[in-house]
């Protein structure tokens, strides 16, 4: 079975953010995301707000998130080298930067949630106006966006709107939903390749200035709308600059605007919506401005801050020469007896579900994560011969039915596969009470014969957990030896107890 090709390295700045990555990404992430942690593991949702009767905002578990805040985090840390590599970034030690920072640092004291992000504040010497956010913590803001704020409230609201982000982790929610797509294959490079740190560090990697994590939903927008004008409230800035600052883009419109609103596009009513929100607050007396802000939009208005064309011109002469796609890897011959399954079995212990499996097999994976249970002769890097893959996925709509769910899975492993087939229906199965579906796909195995790949035989089944999320198992092995496999392939699933 193939595993997904890796990630085709390219580069790209703020006026190609939005291509870029969302190119990239319908690679990349079903290899690095859903290898990263089981869909099904708990802890890891991401949160959106429901608004209490005084008008405050709590935070809530809301979509599916295959990432926890820790995961965020080590991502943003690894994009950050990307984007540093990448992008004008103003030092530290500027009195730009400084200001932005001390500025950020009074906007996330007031920042809820149950996790404390180690934020942190940048600035961006690019003349378009924008602003991004990336997973576990950084915010740029360019100096664009500073020089076209009217008062430190315009600004602050901008910083307030990225914050959000970040709490809320829509970053790694939007990333987790490209990833359905590949679904099926995800965790075959990640369960029997890198280390869940190398995942991160790759994907992080690949993130860089990239759009995904730039490029929101109008809901997405909105919630940051609704709790960022709730974190200038608190940090004593008037909500409502926040929207006015973005109905003004909207309006001037011109080569900053449309970029800034392509990538926070308007939810809908924005300035009504932030109005309604914060007319429970109690009333009270808003700061606008200060000197300093006066001070640095001086500053800034003496720069002389490169194009996002200037950038991306830049980037392309560096530009190193674009990889081949990563090839399946061929296994030899196998001898059968390396891989036979033994009638012995042990258990294995996930925290999703419980399966027993050959003594002479081994788990790829942890009781977190994704997991590849396979005898070792039968995988390598980037391929499995022998074995099965189980991991999970929720669907977006819990009204999805078994059967509409097992369908699409089928549809990400044949685009995934271009020469993989289903082979018969989908047949209705329980396992231990759970209701399932059973079905057979044939295709091209790793391993090499005489004239090139054999036929390999794969057994698909999809189990539903009482949440509605789907636990799926893939069997795997050459058509050949099939039968031989069965036996232990049926006794393991006859073993499964979903948690």
């Excluded at 036929?455 to 795997?476: A, C, G, M, Y």
Aim: hydrophobic content about 35%; charged content about 20%.
């Amino acid at each position: 079975m193939n595993a997904l090709s890796a990630v085709r390295k390219r580069k790209g700045q703020a006026k190609m953010i939005g291509e870029l990555l969302k190119k990239r990404c319908a690679k990349s992430m079903g290899a690095l995301l859903l290898g990263t942690l089981l869909a099904l593991s708990s802890g890891c949702a991401s949160r959106h707000i429901v608004e209490a009767p005084t008008g405050r905002f709590q935070i809530q578990p809301g979509a599916f998130n295959q990432y926890s805040p820790e995961q965020d985090v080590e991502i943003g840390k690894q994009a950050q080298k990307e984007v540093r590599r990448q992008m004008p970034v103003l030092p530290d030690s500027s009195p730009v930067t400084k200001y932005v920072q001390r500025l950020g640092q009074q906007l996330t004291a007031r920042s809820p949630g149950p996790n404390q992000w180690p934020f942190s504040f940048h600035v961006v010497n690019i003349k378009e106006i924008n602003a991004f956010a990336l997973p576990g913590g950084p915010v740029y803001v360019n100096v664009g966006t500073i020089r076209a704020a009217d008062d430190e409230a315009q600004l602050a609201g901008v910083m307030a709107h990225e914050i959000s982000h970040i709490v809320l982790r829509h970053s790694t929610e939007q990333a987790s939903k490209a990833a359905l797509a590949q679904f099926p294959l995800a965790v075959l490079g990640a369960a029997i390749g890198q280390s869940t740190t190398g995942q991160l560090a790759q994907l992080g990697a690949s993130i860089g200035a990239q759009s995904l994590f730039l490029k929101y939903s109008r809901d997405a927008e909105r919630e940051a709308d609704l709790l960022g004008s709730q974190i200038m409230y608190d940090a004593g800035y008037n909500p409502y600059e926040m929207a006015e600052f973005f109905a003004k883009l909207e309006k001037e419109g011109g080569s900053g605007g449309p970029q800034f609103m392509s990538d926070h596009p308007n939810p809908g009513n924005r300035v009504e919506s932030v109005s309604r929100a914060i007319s429970k607050y109690p009333k009270k007396n808003y700061r606008k401005d200060s000197p300093e802000f006066e001070q640095i939009r001086s500053e800034v208005a003496k720069m002389k801050p490169l194009t996002s064309q200037q950038v991306a011109q830049q980037q392309k002469q560096e530009q190193e020469p674009e990889p081949r796609p990563q090839q399946q890897t061929q296994i030899g011959n196998i001898n059968l007896q390396n891989v036979m399954p033994s009638g012995r079995f042990r258990v294995f212990d996930h925290n999703a579900y419980q399966i027993s499996y050959p003594d002479n097999w081994q788990v790829f994976g942890d009781a977190n994560s994704a997991a590849t249970i396979a005898p070792p002769a039968g995988v390598a890097e980037n391929a499995i011969a022998y074995g099965v893959i189980i991991s999970g996925v929720r669907p977006e709509s819990d009204g999805e039915s078994l059967d509409r769910i097992t369908q699409d899975l089928l549809g990400s492993l044949r685009r995934s596969n271009p020469g993989l087939r289903v082979s018969g229906d989908a047949k209705d199965i329980r396992v231990n009470g759970a209701r399932g579906k059973s079905v057979y796909l044939v295709g091209h195995s790793p391993v090499q014969g005489q004239n090139g790949p054999v036929q390999e035989r794969d057994w698909l089944v999809t189990l539903k957990r009482r949440d509605n999320s789907i636990l799926h198992l893939v069997f795997i092995s050459p058509d050949r030896d099939f039968g031989g496999m069965a036996p232990a392939f049926e006794q393991m699933l006859r073993s499964v107890r979903i948690k």
